[in-house]
């Protein structure tokens, strides 16, 4: 019930929102904010015949102006020659994302990075903590028509007994079409510090819609290394800040 008031309660939609499928934004909930988001990505005919689905669910929670938390937890399903496929609960954990300059839409510089930092506990292998990090920055123009981003990212799995690190960059920009209504264009990859076998880049269309209090972001990412396909969707509803 808390979930449909969120919904279907008309506002102008104020989150942590992007507008890039696989790409974190540099908008971040308001003062007491809340929101509820989710997000699927398929990996697909990556090394070269493993299938991977990932759907994360998220509440945010605006502490300050330009700080929020974040409370994910996601599920997995995984294909391939080796292994049946299975859907798996993967990870629970805690993020933080912290923007450097003001939000507010009179105040907010054309440039604005933030900072994101995940840690993460991995469900099946119970002595792994993932830790995720990134440094993303955005630039728009006057009217809001056009930003560009980039986003630096690097994934670590720290064991006692091993430790795996993964780049995870990209960059995109995205056009304001109509209204709310705006399509660009988006690369991205994962590269594997230490198996080559575990690295994809792949680049395509994005398309993001805002709507009263939700928002949707999506990508198709068509593979340019080791992957065939890898499209993206979030979404999300909020509340007003209090």
């Not at 994962?190 to 690295?199: C, I, Q, T, V, Y």
């Amino acid at each position: 019930m808390i979930a449909a008031a969120i919904l279907f309660a008309p506002a102008i939609a104020s989150a942590g929102r992007t507008q890039y499928g696989w790409l974190f934004g540099t908008e971040v909930m308001p003062e007491r904010g809340a929101e509820v988001q989710t997000w699927i990505t398929e990996e697909n005919h990556q090394d070269p015949d493993v299938h991977e689905n990932t759907w994360g669910l998220q509440a945010l929670i605006g502490v300050t102006d330009q700080l929020e938390l974040a409370f994910p937890i996601e599920f997995t399903w995984t294909d391939s020659d080796a292994t049946s496929p299975s859907t798996i609960w993967k990870r629970y954990g805690v993020e933080a994302r912290y923007r450097f300059v003001s939000g507010d839409p009179v105040d907010a510089p054309p440039f604005a990075p933030l900072a994101r930092i995940a840690v993460k506990r991995d469900v099946t292998v119970r002595n792994t903590t993932i830790v995720e990090a990134n440094l993303v920055a955005s630039t728009t123009t006057a009217t809001g028509s056009v930003m560009a981003l980039v986003d630096l990212g690097i994934v670590g799995a720290i064991s006692p007994d091993d430790q795996t690190f993964e780049a995870r960059p990209g960059a995109g920009v995205s056009f304001q079409v109509h209204g709310d209504l705006r399509l660009g264009a988006e690369v991205f990859a994962h590269l594997s510090f230490k198996d080559s076998a575990g690295r994809w880049v792949a680049a395509g269309p994005n398309l993001a819609w805002s709507h009263g209090r939700s928002w949707v972001s999506a990508a198709f990412g068509i593979g340019l290394y080791q992957i065939t396909t890898a499209p993206a969707l979030q979404w999300g509803s909020c509340s007003d800040a209090r």
